[in-house]
Structures are given as structure tokens and as C-alpha cells.
């Protein structure tokens, strides 16, 4: 199993442009989310899926859309990026069935936003 | 609502040396209670978890940590630190004992290991 994958590793976007931070997972899980990680403020939840097709928001949503069409894919969309958006992206997975307190992480996405 | 306080944003210690990182949390509910550690440049892995059972849990790389109720505690301790555990440690809760649920995360505490 590759576990949680996360594309591209690094990207470097202009104030107003938009783009799409891919996760993937293999593991059949069920919930996945997204994070932002920025120095001193731990892990902030943005969305979260707890299947295809149900999202929800997080502590800290505004500015993101996502969407779940399939159990393995969870795209982050950043329709027009600020600088306040400069941060570290992580995407996460659980199951709902085996282990299902234990989240799984990526390894990250790094953008950085002129 | 859920809260983690993790106290010391760094903590330094020598190779050998007792590592001990604390975290306090805040939950109306039994909590289920993990550390996560990460290591420059890459993403989170799991340390140890508590979720029901002994309150002393054993985890990765000779780390353990202790549920203590009465003092909503979660310290993370190590007995000889290594060179190699110098990362960045995160503390967090769930409250919800189901799937579809996100972690609170405390801030971090970044640990450093002199020779």
C-alpha cells in the first residue's frame, strides 16, 4: 500500500490564481480530511469526508471547496489563493471499520503564495 | 469543545536524558488521546495512542505516555533521549469514539537533542 499520497510536494501560486492540493489513498478509508499546519498553530482541520459524496467544514474552511466523488480521492481547492493561505497542507485517512481512531497522514503539500 | 494545551513550544535536552513533554487536554467526554511526531520536511506518524484500557501506553521508538484523569494529563516521556528523536511533537484529542472524526491538535512542542 503507497497510504496516503499527496500532489504536488510544492507549488508556488500568484494572489488570485487557483489550484487543486491532490490526496489519494489506498486503504479503502471511508473519512478522510484536510489540514493546514502553520508555524505555532499545530494542525487546524479545513474539510473533512466521512464517505463519497458528504463533506463538511472545519475550524477552518473559508477559502477552500472540496468535493468526494470517490473513496480513494479528496481534492483541495483553492479558488483564488491569498498569502494568507501560505501554509502546509496535509491530508489524512481513517477507517471506519479496523482501527478507526487512528488517522493516517500524507506527507504534505507546501504552497507559498506571492 | 475540545481543547489540548501543550506546555513549552521547545524543549532541549541532553543525549541520555529523560524526555518529558506535557500535554493537558480539555474534553466533557472520555477522550480518546494520541501523539503524533514529525521529523523535518515530512508528515505526521503516530506515536501512541490511548483510547480505553491502561492508562500507561506504550509506543514507537520507546516512548510512553500516561492517561491521567484526575489531572486531564497526557505527558509523553522517554527515559534516554536520542540524537535521532529531535522533531517536532504534536499532542491531540478525539472526542468522538467513532470514525468521521478530526483530531485537535496542540500547538507542538519542538524537541532538541545535544551530544
Known amino acids: 500500500n503507497a497510504g496516503v499520497t499527496q500532489t504536488p510536494k510544492f507549488q508556488v501560486l500568484k494572489t488570485g490564481q487557483s489550484m487543486t492540493l491532490q490526496c489519494a489513498q489506498d486503504?479503502?478509508?471511508?473519512?478522510m480530511s484536510w489540514y493546514r499546519q502553520d508555524p505555532g498553530m499545530g494542525l487546524r482541520l479545513i474539510h473533512y469526508?466521512?464517505?463519497?459524496?458528504?463533506?463538511d467544514q472545519g475550524e477552518v474552511p473559508n477559502g477552500y471547496n472540496v468535493s468526494r466523488s470517490t473513496t480513494e480521492d479528496f481534492p483541495l481547492r483553492l479558488l483564488s489563493a491569498a498569502p494568507s493561505q501560505t501554509s502546509v497542507y496535509f491530508c489524512?485517512?481513517?477507517?471506519?471499520?479496523?482501527?478507526?481512531?487512528?488517522?493516517?497522514f500524507g506527507p504534505g503539500t507546501r504552497l507559498l503564495v506571492l | 469543545a475540545q481543547s489540548v494545551t501543550q506546555l513549552g513550544s521547545h524543549v532541549s535536552v541532553s543525549e541520555g536524558a529523560l524526555v518529558l513533554l506535557r500535554c493537558n487536554y480539555s474534553?466533557?467526554?472520555?477522550?480518546?488521546l494520541f501523539w503524533y511526531v514529525q521529523y523535518p520536511n515530512q508528515g505526521l506518524q503516530l506515536l501512541l495512542k490511548?483510547?480505553?484500557?491502561?492508562?500507561l501506553v506504550k509506543g514507537i521508538n520507546g516512548f510512553e505516555a500516561e492517561f491521567k484523569k484526575s489531572e486531564t494529563s497526557f505527558h509523553l516521556t522517554k527515559p534516554s533521549a536520542h540524537m535521532s528523536d529531535a522533531a517536532e511533537y504534536f499532542c491531540?484529542?478525539?472526542?468522538?469514539?467513532?470514525?468521521?472524526?478530526?483530531?485537535?491538535f496542540g500547538k507542538g512542542t519542538t524537541l532538541s537533542v545535544s551530544s
Open positions: 489524512a485517512s481513517s477507517s471506519t471499520i479496523a482501527d478507526q481512531e487512528t488517522q493516517y
Open positions: 486503504m479503502n478509508h471511508e473519512y
Open positions: 469526508s466521512v464517505g463519497a459524496g458528504i463533506t
Open positions: 474534553s466533557s467526554v472520555p477522550p480518546y
Open positions: 490511548y483510547t480505553t484500557g491502561a492508562t
Open positions: 491531540a484529542v478525539s472526542d468522538r469514539h467513532q470514525a468521521g472524526t478530526a483530531l485537535i
